[in-house]
């Protein structure tokens, strides 16, 4: 995740103030979010673990 976001920040190079660095970064976990609703993969299991 953090690879991403810099990968995308170096296209930019500087930005013009804070919320435009957070505008990317949360475009960055949107995406991801999607990605992971989207997958058949499962990350985190429903049931609790006794």
Known sequence: ???EV???EKVIRIFPNHASA???IGAVL???SEE???STRK???NHSIN
């Open 1 to 3: 995740l953090n690879q």
């Open 6 to 8: 810099r990968r995308r």
């Open 22 to 24: 957070n505008r990317l």
């Open 30 to 32: 949107m995406d991801k």
């Open 36 to 38: 992971w609703l989207s």
């Open 43 to 45: 990350y985190i299991s």
